[in-house]
C-alpha cells in the first residue's frame, strides 16, 4: 500500500518540476522585458542623431539663405521639409509607441507573474484535498497500531482509519488496499455485512486471490451466525483451488468437521493449518487447543513431555524478553521437534510440548525416542542462540518414560 519516503520524494520532485517550470516561462519574459528596454534605448539613440543632423541642415540652409544662393520661400520650404523627415524618422522607430505599448506588455507580464505565483499555493491546495496527504494520514495511523497496547488507545486508532478510509474510499473506489484494510477493520468491529461489502469490491478486481477469498469465506461465516452456508463452502472451495494450505480456510475446515463430529478430519485440517503457522502465535496456540480437543474425543493422547520452567534467582530479566521453550532430538540436529514461546513476565510456567508444536513443516516429537528440553531467554527475539542469552537445558528423556514434570532453571549466559 504507500510508504513516507516516497510520498515525500514525490512531493519534492513535484515542487522541484513546478519550479523549473516557472524558469522556463518566466525567463523568456524577462528577456523580452529586457529586450524591450534595450530596443527603447536604441530608439532613443536614432532619435538624438536624426535631431542633430536636422539642426545642421537648418544652419546650412541659414548660410545659403544669407548668402542669397536661396530665396526666403526657398528657405521655408526646406526647413518644411526637413521637419516631415524628422517626423517621420521618430514615428518610424522601433520605441516610438512606447507609452501605449509597453503599459500592456507589462501588464501581460505582471498577469503572468502573478499566476506563477498563485500556481504553488493552488498546488498546495489540491494536494492537502485530494493528494496523497489524506495516504499519509492513513499510513501513519496504521504505523500507530503496531506499537500501540492499550485496547482502548487501539480502538481510537480503529475508528479514526475506519473514517479517513472511507472518505478516501470514496474518491478512489477501486483502491484494493483500502478495501481490503477497511474490510479488515469492520470485521475487527463485527460489522460483517458490512466487511462482506468491501471484500466482495476487492475481489471483483482480484478474482484469484487465495487469501481475499479465505478472509472473505471467515467474514461470511461470522455474518451466518457462524454457520457453513454454500455461499461460505463456496468461498472456502475457491480458495483451496488456488492454495491448498491457506491456513484460514483449513482452520475453518477443521471447525466444520469437529461440528459435524468428525474428529479425524478435523485434526487432520488443524495439523495441517498449524504446519503454516508461526509457533507461540495466537494462532498457533488456538490450533494446538482444538487439536487437543480433537485427540480427546477420539480417545487419543499426544505424545508429550510436561515442564515446569522458571528464572534462576539470580538472573534479572526485563520482563518483555520473549521466552523460547521447546525440544529437540538428543544427540542430533537442534531443530526444535515442539516449540512454544512465552515473556519472562510469565514466568515461572508450567506446560506441556507436544506433536501439536511441530515446527511448520518440521518432524514431530513423536518422531523422536530421546529427547532434550531446552528454555531460552532471547535478547534479539529471535529463535537461533546467540551471544548474549540466557538458557537452561535438561538432560536427554525418553519420551515414552517421560510421566512427570521435568523442571528447568533458566540460569546459564551463552557466551
Known amino acids: 500500500m504507500i510508504d513516507n519516503l ?20 518566466g525567463a523568456p519574459l524577462l528577456r523580452r522585458h529586457y529586450r524591450s528596454e534595450s530596443d527603447l534605448h536604441k530608439a532613443g539613440d536614432g532619435l538624438a542623431v536624426n535631431t542633430e543632423l536636422y539642426q545642421q541642415q537648418l544652419v546650412q540652409f541659414q548660410q545659403q539663405l544669407s548668402d542669397g544662393d536661396i530665396d526666403q520661400q526657398q528657405y521655408e520650404e526646406l526647413v518644411a521639409e526637413q521637419q516631415r523627415i524628422l517626423l517621420a524618422d521618430a514615428n518610424s522607430q522601433p520605441g516610438s509607441s512606447r507609452h501605449s505599448s509597453l503599459p500592456s506588455a507589462l501588464r501581460g507580464g505582471w498577469l503572468l507573474i502573478a499566476a506563477m505565483l498563485l500556481l504553488p499555493i493552488l498546488a498546495l491546495f489540491l494536494y492537502q484535498q485530494l493528494g496523497a496527504s489524506e495516504d499519509l494520514a492513513i499510513t501513519q495511523l496504521l504505523e500507530q497500531r503496531i506499537t500501540v497496547d492499550k485496547p482502548e488507545d487501539n480502538a481510537v486508532l480503529r475508528a479514526e482509519l475506519i473514517e479517513k478510509i472511507a472518505k478516501r474510499l470514496t474518491q478512489q473506489p477501486e483502491h484494493v488496499g483500502y478495501l481490503v484494510i477497511q474490510a479488515r477493520l ?13 471484500y466482495r469490491q476487492a475481489l471483483e478486481l482480484l478474482p484469484e486471490d487465495a487469501s481475499l477469498l479465505a478472509e472473505y469465506a471467515q467474514a461470511l461465516y461470522f455474518a451466518e451466525d457462524n454457520r457453513f452456508t454454500p455461499g461460505v463452502e463456496l468461498a472456502m472451495e475457491r480458495a483451496l483451488a488456488i492454495d491448498p494450505a491457506n491456513v484460514t480456510v483449513l482452520g475453518l475446515q477443521g471447525i466444520q468437521s469437529f461440528s459435524a463430529g468428525d474428529y479425524r478430519q478435523a485434526l487432520v485440517s488443524w495439523q495441517q493449518a498449524l504446519t503454516g503457522t508461526a509457533p ?7 490450533l494446538q487447543s482444538g487439536i487437543a480437543q480433537a485427540k480427546e474425543r477420539l480417545g487419543e493422547s499426544l505424545p508429550g513431555v510436561s515442564l515446569s520452567v522458571r528464572l534462576s534467582s539470580d538472573i534479572q ?13 538428543a544427540n542430533a540436529s537442534p531443530m526444535p ?15 506441556r510440548l507436544d506433536d501439536s508444536m511441530a515446527m511448520p513443516g518440521g518432524r514431530q516429537l513423536s518422531s523422536a525416542e530421546t529427547v532434550q528440553m531446552i528454555a531460552r531467554v532471547s535478547q534479539s527475539g529471535n529463535a537461533a542462540p546467540s551471544q548474549g542469552d540466557i538458557e537452561g537445558r535438561s538432560g536427554p528423556v525418553t519420551l515414552a518414560e517421560a510421566v512427570e514434570s521435568i523442571e528447568l532453571v533458566i540460569d546459564t549466559v551463552i557466551p
Not at 319 to 329: D, H, L, N, R, W
Not at 337 to 351: E, F, G, K, M, Q
Open 6 to 25: 516516497t510520498l515525500w520524494l514525490a512531493g519534492s520532485w513535484g515542487w522541484l518540476l513546478m519550479a523549473l517550470a516557472m524558469v522556463f516561462v
Open 186 to 198: 469492520l470485521t475487527e468491529v463485527a460489522q460483517f455485512q458490512q466487511a462482506i461489502i468491501h
Open 280 to 286: 507461540g502465535s495466537g494462532q498457533a496456540r488456538a
Open 317 to 329: 530479566v526485563p520482563p518483555e524478553k520473549t521466552v523460547f521453550i521447546y525440544a529437540v532430538e
Open 337 to 351: 521437534l515442539a516449540i512454544t514461546r512465552v515473556t519472562a513476565a510469565d514466568l515461572p510456567v508450567n506446560l
